[in-house]
Antibody, heavy 116, light 110 residues
Framework: QVQLVQSGAGVKKPGSSVMVSCKASEGTFSTSTIAWVRQAPGQGLEWMGRIVPILGVTKYAEKFQGRVTITADRSTGTAHMELTSLRSEDTAIYYC?????????WGQGTLVTVSS | QSALTQPASVSGSPGQSITISCSGTSSDAGNYDLVSWYQQHPGKVPKVIIYELTKRPSGVSNRFSGSKAGNTASLTISGLQAEDEADYYCCSSAGGGTWVFGGGTKLTVL
């Protein structure tokens, strides 16, 4: 069964960038679609974008176009999400998840705090 | 891509049934049966409880069911139990490989 383990993030300054990584536990990574979803404190879930690793094809939510880049390293089974020009509103837990026609499983989440 | 509309909160007593609505448009929930529902307990990772509008993953209680009428999807929980107290989120395909979530509903079991 696929498990997703996330790493990265922490406290970032406004205007800087953050990268969060998501490693799949087994070899289905290449044939999966990996999505990124974030959740601001006390708020709802927000789909940011996705990548199909085997094709390297990405799709981003309009809101994040130009600020987010999702990449995948098939050799390590790891997806990466980079968000630039950080502002306080980007403070959130960032999740990766396998996207089928739904999202399952999810990574454990990574807290990104944007603060000066 | 506007968020789907859910009630902020619903409540019910143990044993009762409740329904959480998820209102979208003809560009998302109204046009696709790719609606899923997630349960999230405080501090925990979201868990899928309904996918493709009406299907339940293995291990999810049959007390959870999904449906849709027009642009509005619904999640019904029957025989409410204390452990059902959580936040619930709907999600729909919005076409073109994009997805949109609802704002979430806090379920309180009285």
């Amino acid at each position: 069964q696929v498990q997703l383990v996330q790493s990265g993030a922490g406290v970032k300054k406004p205007g800087s960038s953050v990268m969060v990584s998501c490693k799949a536990s087994e070899g289905t990574f290449s044939t999966s679609t990996i999505a990124w979803v974030r959740q601001a404190p006390g708020q709802g879930l927000e789909w940011m974008g996705r990548i199909v690793p085997i094709l390297g094809v990405t799709k981003y939510a309009e809101k994040f176009q130009g600020r987010v880049t999702i990449t995948a390293d098939r050799s390590t089974g790891t997806a990466h999400m980079e968000l630039t020009s950080l502002r306080s509103e980007d403070t959130a837990i960032y999740y990766c998840a396998r996207e089928i026609n739904w999202f399952d499983p999810w990574g454990q989440g990574t807290l990104v705090t944007v603060s000066s | 891509q506007s968020a789907l509309t859910q009630p902020a909160s619903v409540s019910g007593s143990p044993g009762q049934s409740i329904t959480i609505s998820c209102s979208g448009t003809s560009s998302d929930a109204g046009n696709y049966d790719l609606v899923s529902w997630y349960q999230q307990h405080p501090g925990k990772v979201p868990k899928v409880i309904i996918y493709e509008l009406t299907k339940r993953p293995s291990g999810v209680s049959n007390r959870f069911s999904g449906s849709k009428a027009g642009n509005t999807a619904s999640l019904t929980i029957s025989g409410l139990q204390a452990e059902d107290e959580a936040d619930y989120y709907c999600c729909s395909s919005a076409g073109g490989g994009t997805w949109v979530f609802g704002g979430g509903t806090k379920l309180t079991v009285l």
